[in-house]
């Protein structure tokens, strides 16, 4: 007669997640914002693509690794003002172009 109310699952049932089983090789958009948490933990091991309608969009990674990149990028340029500084430029370096040699047969 009257309508039967369905129970809602248990808690731990609803909140229990299978994390993915294999290494995806890139996000969607919405499943990256539907299991941030996860993408964020995946990240801390190697960084995670994300994609926006089948392109590439971010890269999420680990801040340690962040910061290891802008270390690199830093340090390039450093090497450039050391070597600007140094004095090279005033050497004549200029390669001759004459590459033939005189051989007798």
Known sequence: ???KSKKPAPLRIRATRKPAEQPQKAWT????????????RLAQQRPQRVTSRGQDA?????AAEYDRLLQRKRSKSRLLEFLSNTGFSEL??????????????
């Open 1 to 3: 007669m009257g309508r």
């Open 29 to 40: 958009l919405r499943a990256a914002k539907a299991r941030f948490s996860e993408v964020v």
């Open 58 to 62: 971010v890269v999420v990674l680990s």
């Open 92 to 105: 004549d370096l200029e390669r001759r172009t004459d590459l033939n040699r005189d051989i007798e047969l």
